[in-house]
């Protein structure tokens, strides 16, 4: 498995796209409209966009942006993570959260989310995101802020 940060869609988003539609989902549908059209690149302060590839697939996209349901610069939200149906018991979701939290870590203090379903409640539960309920926000978790890295 190799996970990149990348500063534009990768080959293999429209996969991507189609699955997750087709499951009911259309958030990379999203995504790719807002990054398209500038709306949002993932660029802001703190924000990244990671892809995740087995074989050279492209099997997973998800990032963090400054959350734009909270006026705190202190607070990331996880946004638009998806990973195709057959990666999905293969840590590939774990592993793209770990780097957002890692990145996410250099720049904020808490990471927020909203989720609807059921499994995805369960999955960011088992990576210790505490429920919240609110409007715009079903998870939370603490960040311990790191040093900014060359890298990050």
């Given at each position: 498995?190799?996970?990149?940060?990348?500063?534009a869609l990768p080959d293999?988003?429209?996969?991507?796209?189609?699955?997750?539609?087709?499951?009911?989902?259309?958030?990379?549908?999203?995504?790719?409209?807002?990054?398209?059209?500038?709306?949002?690149?993932?660029?802001?302060?703190?924000?990244?966009?990671?892809?995740?590839?087995?074989?050279?697939?492209?099997?997973?996209?998800?990032?963090?942006?400054?959350?734009?349901?909270?006026?705190?610069?202190?607070?990331?939200?996880?946004?638009?993570?998806?990973?195709?149906?057959?990666?999905?018991?293969?840590?590939?979701?774990?592993?793209?959260?770990?780097?957002?939290?890692?990145?996410?870590?250099?720049?904020?203090?808490?990471?927020?989310?909203?989720?609807?379903?059921?499994?995805?409640?369960?999955?960011?539960?088992?990576?210790?995101?505490?429920?919240?309920?609110?409007?715009?926000?079903?998870?939370?978790?603490?960040?311990?802020?790191?040093?900014?890295?060359a890298s990050g």
């Open positions: 498995m190799n996970i990149e940060k990348v500063t293999g988003i429209s996969k991507l796209a189609t699955e997750s539609t087709v499951q009911g989902f259309r958030f990379v549908e999203r995504l790719i409209s807002e990054f398209t059209q500038g709306k949002n690149r993932f660029d802001g302060d703190g924000e990244a966009l990671f892809a995740a590839y087995l074989d050279g697939e492209l099997v997973g996209i998800g990032g963090v942006n400054q959350d734009p349901y909270r006026c705190n610069a202190d607070i990331g939200r996880v946004r638009r993570l998806y990973v195709m149906n057959h990666a999905r018991s293969l840590g590939v979701g774990k592993a793209l959260m770990q780097e957002i939290e890692q990145h996410a870590s250099q720049y904020f203090d808490e990471l927020q989310l909203f989720t609807d379903t059921s499994a995805a409640a369960n999955f960011y539960s088992a990576l210790g995101y505490s429920p919240v309920g609110l409007e715009n926000i079903s998870h939370q978790k603490a960040l311990v802020k790191q040093p900014i890295t």
